[in-house]
């Protein structure tokens, strides 16, 4: 209930939010997409697939892939992020199915199929339980269609985001401790002005191994693990916004690794 409190609100906060960190809704508006190009080059063509978005937030992905010519469903726990999601999609006249659910509780409110199951960005550290979650993609899945994940690099994360800090030096356990971790801070990574009423969130820690594993265990074949050395948001303070579109260390050199992405594929009977 405390993560869903925090992420209603934010959903205003981040339909609001502009610049080089918001989410920019008016660009969208006038045609722009939310992609970015990691997820465009390695999720390829979705013309004609069926995709379904989990954890997509207010939509504004699942809408950008409908865009490309995906048949797309999003999901999502938060009834204002979905309410907002429907809004956008009505308002613009773009094609797509919003579904308020939970990740876990979903196969009881959905009953199809999937060319594509699409997540990223701050997805996995609010899912306590990683082989249900790999389970429920493997469900969603037709045979010889694949999962594709975009997401935070776990080693980043135990970096420290103090403002004025450049050391590189560890601030937080990579490995995860007993339960989730409360974390209690204000402000958004796409508005870090916004002041919120609801500031306290739990999250879990998910090395890159128990992610992986988790997909393996479900039947998945993993296609590809890639890691990248830059960001798609304000990671660490300093960071700078190059001409790629995403956020690197200011000394030029890519020694941390921020992102990874995986894609896993269900296999064929005949596979």
Known sequence: RTNREMWDELVGVHVRSK????????????GGTALQAVELEEVGDVAGKDLLHLQCHFGLDTLSWARLGARVTGVDFSERGIAQARDLAAELGIEARFIHSNVYDLAKVLDDTFDVVFSSYGALNWLP??????????RFLRP???FYLLEAHPFS?????ERGRT???????YF??????????DGSYADPAAHLEHRVSYEWIHPIGETMTALAAAGLRIEFLHEFPFC????????????????HLPDGEDRVPFLFSVKATKPRASD
Do not use: C, S
């Open 144 to 146: 010889g269609g694949f």
């Open 19 to 30: 610049g080089p960190l918001g989410y920019n809704v008016d660009d969208f508006r006038r």
């Open 167 to 173: 050391d590189l030096t560890f601030a937080n356990p």
């Open 157 to 161: 994360l135990v970096l420290p985001d």
């Open 232 to 247: 798609a948001w304000q990671a660490l303070p300093g960071m700078v916004l190059r001409e790629d579109g995403y956020r």
């Open 176 to 185: 995860p401790p007993a339960g989730p971790v409360r974390i209690e801070e």
């Open 129 to 138: 339980d990683l082989p249900a979650w790999a389970r429920l993609i493997d």
